[in-house]
């Protein structure tokens, strides 16, 4: 652990760089988890103890370069060994991405270290130019919704398109690794990409007409628009009854009834229809008739009871 900081510390505070790529190399096998020899029982926990380890205390000593010249929109010191020392810097950056997983993801999303990275393609040197979108390129590939989101959210595509339209119609390596970032995103349809591309940069980039990468991609994105909306118009509309719609949310509205309480108020009625029956009388209470009192008893007539009353919601209800 200690042997670590050190060899970075030489790296980074090197002012010659004779020995640079020795220790490149040496840091490069010291870093990589796949170099870590144990048993495959014990393997995984011991890669997952190393990069805890070098997240915490050695991480932030191999990036203080790169933080300390990428303060603003453009490179503090922009000199040839300031380039080469940020070179190295990336290639072990690059590195990271690719096999650190996780930890460094959350390490470049949270320290937003990807701006930093775009901010030297604003650089006079070629090759740290290259080494930047070299760095894009890596983690545009992995398709990692993490990283998808954190670029459109925070813009990260503006310094590359700069670049791009300040590289103007030279047919370089820098116009090349440009145009083939634009092209993978087009191939792999990676939408979220497309979509921010397209609605924040196609005034820009509409201009440029002796590669069909752009039109491709929105061709690609209306394409997708129109698929959009024929599953909007493809699918039914659910039933609105007794539902508001206000600011794009629906709610019940508080008029309509729900079915607890619809049977709640049709059991109190038919519970008070039944109050109002008179009680069928007693026994004790009805007149004995002998057959002298019947011959001289009015005759009796009988009529049918009245129907029980029956709400309206209720027998709307029933006809229902």
């Not at 029982?41 to 805890?52: A, G, M």
């Not at 070629?126 to 993490?146: S, T, Y």
């Not at 590289?167 to 370089?172: I, M, P």
């Amino acid at each position: 652990s200690q042997f670590l900081n050190v060899i970075i510390g030489l790296l980074v505070d090197a002012q010659f760089s004779s020995v640079d790529v020795q220790l490149l190399g040496l840091i490069r096998t010291l870093i990589d988890p796949e170099n870590i020899m144990s048993e495959t029982t014990t393997q995984s926990v011991e890669k997952t103890i190393f990069l805890n380890y070098f997240y915490k205390h050695c991480m932030h000593r191999l990036m203080a370069p790169l933080m300390a010249q990428t303060t603003g929109e453009t490179v503090s010191k922009d000199t040839v060994h300031n380039a080469v020392l940020l070179g190295h810097v990336l290639d072990l950056l690059s590195l990271c991405v690719e096999r650190h997983s996780y930890h460094i993801r959350n390490y470049i999303i949270d320290k937003n270290l990807l701006r930093r990275v775009l901010v030297l393609t604003t650089s006079s040197h070629g090759h740290l130019v290259l080494a930047a979108l070299r760095l894009c390129r890596r983690i545009v590939g992995l398709k990692d919704e993490f990283y998808n989101r954190y670029i459109v959210r925070n813009n990260l595509f503006s310094p590359i398109v700069q670049a791009f339209m300040a590289n103007g119609r030279r047919y370089n390596l820098i116009n090349s690794a440009i145009i083939e970032l634009f092209e993978f995103i087009k191939t792999e349809n990676i939408k979220i990409l497309i979509t921010y591309i397209i609605e924040n940069f196609m005034p820009t980039l509409e201009s440029i007409e002796y590669v069909e990468t752009f039109r491709s991609l929105k061709l690609k994105y209306e394409q997708e628009i129109d698929r959009e909306n024929d599953i909007q118009k493809a699918t039914p509309e659910p039933s609105t009854k007794g539902i508001i719609h206000s600011s794009g949310r629906f709610r019940r509205d508080p008029r309509e009834l729900d079915e607890d309480e619809e049977s709640w108020f049709d059991d109190e009625e038919e519970a008070t229809a039944s109050e109002n029956v008179p009680p069928p009388p007693s026994i004790a209470s009805l007149p004995r008739f002998t057959p002298t009192s019947l011959s001289s008893s009015p005759s009796l007539t009988f009529s049918p009871r009245p129907p029980t009353s029956t709400s309206k919601r209720t027998a709307a209800l029933l006809a229902a």
